[in-house]
């Protein structure tokens, strides 16, 4: 086995410091997945065209399918069980996602809501088209993407306070 | 009463929005090995050798095995019920591995190893030597005399042909004054894209082998998976965890049964099989690429005088489902608009591409796009709106159709078509639109179709149910009709709630993990069955356990059984609504009785001897770019007669998700070959181009309540109806827009382009 295919990384990972020693050529879906049991971190492609395996580092989202886990060392990671409570409180977008029967197999489900979670943590109000751009990265051949759509945009209006468009409360 | 009818959110809801739901792969144990394939570099041959000795030298390997190692035993893949029947049995064409390679991607070889990366450098490492055969990927060269031949047993590529006379349609096409309409219609292999990839493990237990598998079919599985293994069934365990979607691809032995095999190779230890997607989309199933030849004899006024239909199915290499789902679409043609006259004929024929299995709409999206698109182009022969042409010729109410039993009892089609008509704003806007001159042309589309509820009368229509009343007072429902994504498991809540007198569907355990072991036996989900077939035995069986609660209730209350009821939860004297004891005290008091105990239970079978028509259409507005070839979809509409709608927010998200699968049918999606090789070109998501969010308009789906008399709960197939009409809607609305007849599928800018400047729309 080759020398040096194993390195330390030190990571917070939902709000816990952790350290693991990894396979150099592991990506941050393999870590998660399966040194941490981070089973929300789901794989459709491995090589960044679906989303389903989206976290946020440092408050950004990234496929971890394609992101090593060494460059892990020293980021803040969030995965969707990151965004449940200690009493299994459910996040607001979680919430929408289930109101607004945006889940069907559940497969895309946590990379969506993770999508979710960056674009409504920068407060702005996003017109139609350019929330559709911003959850472009994503596949779902379940839902059509119109109860995703509804969810992100009946919760992206909630948190601004402007909750009265028709049409959304439907 | 009360749960039936209402939006209520997922029983699963809360998992699936956690993260904790658990699919096949969250549930690998530590130890197992991955096996992982060696597919075939070329379309069609022979393996002469494979060389496996560089790869059992890397570090990890446990094993290789070959097409030399596997045991000669024929099985057949597709998810059909078993039928006592030998000619009405799957054809079983399949080895685990193969020496004659039919296709670019079939399975040559596997290599077992304790980690992942040293199982593709195995695969890597195995030298193949072949004797390659010419081959053949077009259905129509592939009925040429001459053509290279795929299996022994089936002379010209022939798997089967079927046909349909009715009438006589030689006299009748002498009639004075017809107009005759033609056209060939050609749609294209897809794929079905879930995005959790197949992918299953297997271990050997006490002599008996289980296999956890993403399978929309457990029990089917098991039967194909002992066929394989030559093994009884009830050796063979197989036990089906949440799947991320399945949409027809899981409706079929994919590799269940080689993963079975390996691990008996290994000693019975566990062994996985993960499919990539670029392995997806290639060596498990793809839709029926079938071109259609139809030729239809009209009348002025637009009625039918005679129709011929020819049907011509891509089967790939194996044959899986074979001719059923060409057989289907050739059926539909002689209902949806009647006529006196027909001939049809279908063929069903092996070419070297990907297998060709069920995928949503088995056959009618394609016999959809087809037909839909020919009732257009009669109408533009005739110069008659094309809704109006529908309303007059499309299936009258009191339709029967004497093989399925089906009947149209209300008018549903009209009142669909009406109810789009609507929401679309037709009347205006064609005329408005008709007024485009320029580059952009804005058009109308309009597309019906119907499908059946399930396989009765062609196959078994069975279901069984086991309840169990739980110490609190809740129930535990058990049965074979999967959860795959749709939302089973919610409308099966639903209905036992109501059937036993719950308060709330969220007093209804639905269990929802299938094991063959445990699980009363099934089909799974396939042909838009579930909640119709479910429903059967649902009341079947929650009135068996409530007359079994009655019954025990009868012995603490002293009341008769038929004055006594349960509503919400609760043991009630009908007379006077009185409440005697809650199901819990009831639960309680039957299980710790010293002098009878009683677990009570209920489990019932019941056969299914119905079929049900399901309706439907669906409205678009386009906006063509005549000399960008592009079209823009500005909206679009689905009205469904589903029946009864069990949970209206679930209906609504199904028809959401069938719509947007009718849009890349239409617009985008299609696997496309090297003619040189039979190489796949576009195996991956990147290049295959699934719709995203950003391709579609709001999806509006709207419905037509007409309740279904031979369902118990009023209701029929709603999975794959929504998927069938939305190409042939879109073809129909460019043809408004521009004139021009697209007759292939996808209509992307590059069809668009050849067709507009064939038409000299890009003259200048």
Known sequence: MAKNQYKLVTCTINGREVEKMVDVRASLTDMLRNDFSLTSVKKGCEVGECGACNVLIDGECFNSCLYLAVWAEGKNITTLEGLTGPNGELSDIQQAFIDETAIQCGFCTPGFIMTAVEILNRGVEYSDDELRKLLSGHLCRCTGYENIFKAVKKTMLRRLGKLDDPYLNT | MGEVGKKQVRVDGYDKATGRTKYYEDLMPRDALYARIKHSEIAHGYVKSVDTSAAEAIDGVVKVLTCFDVP???????????????????????????????YYGDDVAVVIAENEVAAMQGVRALKVEY????????VQKAMEEGAPQLHEAYPGNILKHTDMRKGDYAAAITEEGLIKVEGWYDTPSVQHCHIENFGCFAYEENGRVTVVSSTQIPHIIRRVVGQALGRPWANIRIIKPYIGGGFGNKQDALYEPLCAWCSTQVGGRCVRVDCSREETFVSNR?????????????????TMAARKVECFSNQGSYASHGHSIVAKAMGSFAQIYPCDHMECDAWTVFTNRPTAGAMRGYGMPQASFANEANIDDIAKALNIDPLALREKIIMPKGFRDAFSQNENYEDSFRQCLEKGKAYIDYDRKVAEFAKDTGPIRRGIGVAAFWYNTGVYPISLETSSNRMLLNLDGTVTMQCGETEIGQGADTAYAQMTADVVGLKSYRDVNVVSCQDTDITPTGLGAYAS?????????IRQTGELLKKKILEYACEVTRQTVGNMDIVDGNIVRKPDGRVLMSLSELAMTAQYNPVHSEHITAESTYTIRNNAYSFGCTFVEVEVDVPMCKVMLKDIVNVH????????????????GGMSMAIGYGMGEQLLFDEKTGKPLNNNLLDYKLSTIMDHPHLEAQFVENFEPTSPFGTKALGEPPACSGAPAIRNAILNATGVSIDQNPMNPHILFKRFAEEGLLAD
Not at chain 2, 131 to 138: A, G, H, K, N, Y
């Open chain 2, 641 to 656: 007669d589903c029946g009864q709608l069990i949970n209206p927010a679930l209906a609504e998200a199904q028809v959401h």
């Open chain 2, 529 to 537: 069955r579930q909640t119709y077939m479910a429903g059967f035995s």
């Open chain 2, 131 to 138: 004797e390659e055969l010419p081959f053949v990927l077009d």
């Open chain 2, 72 to 102: 000669d035993i024929p099985f057949p893949t597709a998810g059909h019920p078993w039928s006592m029947d030998p000619g009405h049995q799957d054809v079983a064409d399949r080895l685990l591995l193969n020496r004659h390679v039919r």
């Open chain 2, 286 to 302: 793809v839709r029926h690429a079938i071109r259609f030849h139809i030729v239809s004899w009209v009348r002025p006024d637009g």
